[in-house]
């Protein structure tokens, strides 16, 4: 069923129809401004700071992320198509885990999520747009950090490993919050399930990335750089056009782990 289009439609509905098309432009324009050009401030000051920065995130970024996760999790081997439960950390309107719901197949049943923002507005977001999707979604307010998953559970561990996505989160960590990150991931992809960690193409945003990268890579994992060329759907295409932007592929880099035993 395509689940896109409807979306796509209501998304213009509640974020793009009620502002005068030059003012979407500018707010859009802005957000990019403060994804690109002050990226570096993005730990100590949200870039979703006005109405229309939201919406501009929502309607346009977020459909975004949604079409590249989902090319990455298609591309991925076929056991990161197995989970049945995704911790979204830093889920933002929580298009990442719907994403990675819808590329594998229908015939399975839906994953369950958890989606963790520090942002409440994100989290509203994050609810309707999964009752837009038809994900089993559950939203919590808290920092990121404090919900990574234990590596030894309590419990025993599910048939299907659970798996943690962190999609354009993780630069929006101060420092010393990305060092304490990075070992608590690596044991829970040795340890209890998938970690899918998404980031931007461009170099800079991500100085972080190689060594991360050869962390992983030494755990059994892999670290990817995407250009996937696909027809953006028209809305997309329309608000890319008036806003200027060049966007011939969706491009980013992933990393992603999973224990030997679910390889
Ligand atoms: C660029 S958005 C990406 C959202 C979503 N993952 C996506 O792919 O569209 C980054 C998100 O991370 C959240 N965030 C940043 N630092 C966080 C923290 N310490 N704990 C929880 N969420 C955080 C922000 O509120 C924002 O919603």
Redesign the pocket.
């Known amino acids: 069923m395509d689940v896109l289009t409807p979306w796509l439609g209501a998304l213009h509905t509640r974020h793009v129809a009620p502002y005068r098309p030059q003012e979407f432009t500018r707010a859009l324009r802005a957000l990019s401004a403060r994804y690109v050009e002050r990226r570096s401030e993005l730990a100590g000051r949200?870039a979703l700071d006005s109405a229309g920065k939201r919406s501009a995130f929502a309607a346009f970024?977020?459909p975004l992320?949604y079409l590249t996760i989902r090319e990455i999790v298609r591309a991925l081997p076929e056991v990161a198509r197995e989970v049945a439960h995704i911790t979204?950390l830093?889920?933002?309107?929580g298009?990442?885990a719907a994403a990675w719901q819808d590329a594998r197949e229908n015939s399975r049943p839906r994953v369950q999520v958890v989606g963790?923002?520090?942002?409440q507005w994100?989290l509203d977001e994050a609810k309707w747009n999964w009752q837009q999707l038809g994900v089993d979604g559950r939203a919590k307010r808290?920092?990121?950090?404090a919900e990574i998953p234990p590596a030894h559970p309590a419990r025993p561990a599910p048939p299907a490993p659970p798996a943690l996505l962190l999609?354009?989160?993780i630069n929006?960590?101060p420092r010393h919050?990305q060092a304490q990150l990075l070992p608590l991931l690596i044991a829970f992809a040795r340890e209890r399930g998938h970690v899918l960690i998404v980031e931007p193409l461009a170099r800079g945003a991500a100085p972080w990335w190689d060594g991360w990268a050869s962390a992983f890579t030494k755990i059994g994992g892999r670290a990817d750089e995407w250009k996937f060329r696909v027809e953006l759907p028209p809305m997309l295409k329309e608000l890319s056009a008036r806003a200027g932007f060049q966007r011939d592929y969706l491009g980013a880099r992933s990393m992603w782990a999973v224990p030997a035993t679910g390889r």
């Open positions: 949200s970024y977020a992320h979204d830093g889920c933002g309107t298009v990442g963790i923002d520090q942002n994100a808290a920092d990121l950090i999609a354009w989160s929006e960590l919050a």
